[in-house]
């Protein structure tokens, strides 16, 4: 199993930034891939952006390219959102996820709040 804990929601006015955390505790040495997720009011999940563990390939969703960065540190088993030029449509709970032998693991989620 692994454990997954969010941070660094907020709120913040538009074209602001925050960053994201989600550390990873447990069997973290059998991931392959995490992802970014979140949630809006109303709507279903979505994923925002994913990142493969060993190589650090990335994938973004069309509405966050180019102000969102994924990145992570395998030393600390941590994952990284750098959200920039923020909207008020970023407003969301921001989920991590990743994959273990076919189980989806999630954080707890992380309110982010963007003003207009």
């Known amino acids: 199993q692994v454990q997954l804990v969010e941070s660094g929601g907020g709120l913040v006015q538009a074209g602001g930034s925050l960053r994201l955390s989600c550390a990873a505790s447990g069997r973290t040495f059998s991931i392959y891939a995490m992802a970014w997720f979140r949630q809006a009011p109303g709507k279903e999940r979505e994923l925002v952006a994913r990142i493969n563990w060993s190589v650090g390939s990335t994938y973004y969703a069309d509405s966050v390219k180019g102000r969102f960065t994924i990145s992570r540190d395998n030393t600390k088993n941590t994952m990284y959102l750098q959200m920039n030029s923020l909207k008020p449509e970023d407003t969301a709970v921001y989920y991590c996820?990743?994959?273990?032998?076919?189980?989806?693991?999630w954080g707890q989620g992380t309110q982010v709040t963007v003003s207009s």
């Open positions: 996820n990743t994959v273990l032998l076919g189980a989806a693991y």
